[in-house]
């Protein structure tokens, strides 16, 4: 009687043991999941950040009309673009990076420096400080999903369908480079 005591109770623990590494790797997911919500979020909100700095510029008067025309533009479309479909979004993040890259030769960078005085420094203060932020931003979100899909690559996590019916997250891929000009 004893020796069959013993087989439950060492039953039971492993089935606690079981029950308790699956309850800390459900939550662990979760909370991997709001920090992915989070950084989403950031990255958003870094973007418009972006696209309204531009903005801010094209509108100063203090560049030519067709650069104010290039970077209104792409910024517009960028505060325009549909959150459901990423890769339409990273394209037109990356036209804007593209478009700033254009816009930011060093005859206008030293313009908005010397000519324009501490207004000209002011917005290129405020699109460099942007444009970092955005890359901040996506690398976050980029370390996040690499956390989420690590997770979820366990076998614990695939036998027992802890992470329900959440699609798999992806990485945002665009080019997000800082212009020439700006980054000093």
Do not use: K
């Not at 405020?126 to 076998?155: E, I, K, P």
């Amino acid at each position: 009687m004893t020796g069959t005591l013993t087989w439950v109770f060492a039953v039971l623990f492993v089935l606690v043991v079981i029950a308790w590494y699956l309850t800390y790797t459900a939550a662990r997911l979760d909370r991997l999941h709001v920090r992915l919500v989070g950084t989403v979020a950031a990255l958003d909100a870094q973007l418009v950040r972006r696209a309204e700095a531009s903005i801010e510029l094209a509108n100063s008067g203090l560049v030519d009309g067709a650069t104010a025309l290039i970077l209104a533009g792409a910024a517009a479309q960028s505060l325009e673009a549909p959150d459901e479909d990423g890769v339409i979004r990273e394209a037109i993040e990356s036209d804007l990076t593209e478009a700033l890259a254009l816009a930011f030769s060093p005859e206008l960078v030293e313009h908005l420096r010397e000519a324009a005085g501490p207004l000209g420094q002011d917005y290129l203060d405020g699109l460099s400080s942007a444009c970092l932020r955005v890359q901040l931003a996506r690398r976050f979100h980029n370390d996040a999903v690499t956390d989420v899909r690590r997770v979820r690559r366990q076998l614990a996590v695939r036998v027992f369908h802890l992470a329900g019916h959440t699609p798999m997250p992806v990485t945002v891929e665009f080019d997000d480079a800082v212009p020439p000009g700006l980054d000093q």
